[in-house]
T-cell receptor, first 115, second 117 residues
Framework: DAMVIQNPRYQVTQFGKPVTLSCSQTLNHNVMYWYQQKSSQAPKLLFHYYDKDFNNEADTPDNFQSRRPNTSFCFLDIRSPGLGDAAMYLC??????????????FGPGTRLTVL | AQTVTQSQPEMSVQEAETVTLSCTYDTSESDYYLFWYKQPPSRQMILVIRQEAYKQQNATENRFSVNFQKAAKSFSLKISDSQLGDAAMYFCAYRSYHSGSARQLTFGSGTQLTVLP
């Protein structure tokens, strides 16, 4: 089945130790998104790629970076995780956004714990 | 900027009964899209139903239907014949029709639905 896969599902890191979360998709979608979701809150968009075109949200901290080496894969790098970065990180894809009805398909998320 | 409000942090319903989750939004746009997403515990978020603002007819997907009131900026979700598998966090979301901001879904804070056997 075509899907959005996130690895690992659970990640524990230490305060200040860089961490990378990965997302892959078999849907061949042009757009890939990274969201941060803190406990009992709405997902918050961090950034997205349209193909290789990177789009950062204005309030995304510089501590967060992303890479998309090819259509299928996208990575979220947190350079120096702080306690406040502990959250669920959701990856999503959509075919494009030429029309707003384009559905976003979500992965299961990676739960990040910062010790 | 658009905002989406879900005023019910938690709801419960008896199995086989009907429940309505409320959502209101604020926008100055006339064309937009509205969505309900379901996020079960430890599983990925999935789309439940969607509505285009220019369509007056309310969307329906099997046991799920919406009551879209454009003038009131209200978009409630009705779940009929509730099942145990409906237990999840439900998010209402808004998306602009226009490009640029069309890239972003604006989510409400969610409603946690419990289904009682």
């Amino acid at each position: 089945d075509a899907m959005v896969i996130q690895n690992p599902r659970y990640q524990v890191t230490q305060f200040g130790k860089p961490v990378t979360l990965s997302c892959s998709q078999t849907l061949n979608h042009n757009v890939m998104y990274w969201y941060q979701q803190k406990s009992s809150q709405a997902p918050k968009l961090l950034f997205h790629y349209y193909d290789k075109d990177f789009n950062n949200e204005a309030d995304t901290p510089d501590n967060f970076q992303s890479r998309r080496p090819n259509t299928s894969f996208c990575f979220l790098d947190i350079r120096s995780p702080g306690l406040g970065d502990a959250a669920m990180y959701l990856c999503a894809t959509s075919r494009d956004y030429a029309t707003g009805m384009n559905e976003q398909f979500f992965g299961p998320g990676t739960r990040l714990t910062v010790l | 900027a658009q905002t989406v409000t879900q005023s019910q942090p938690e709801m419960s319903v008896q199995e086989a009964e009907t429940v309505t989750l409320s959502c209101t939004y604020d926008t100055s746009e006339s064309d937009y899209y509205l969505f309900w997403y379901k996020q079960p515990p430890s599983r990925q978020m999935i789309l439940v139903i969607r509505q285009e603002a220019y369509k007056q007819q309310n969307a329906t997907e099997n046991r799920f239907s919406v009551n879209f009131q454009k003038a009131a900026k209200s978009f409630s979700l009705k779940i009929s014949d509730s099942q145990l598998g409906d237990a999840a966090m439900y998010f209402c979301a808004y998306r602009s029709y226009h490009s640029g901001s069309a890239r972003q879904l604006t989510f409400g804070s969610g409603t946690q639905l419990t289904v009682l056997p």
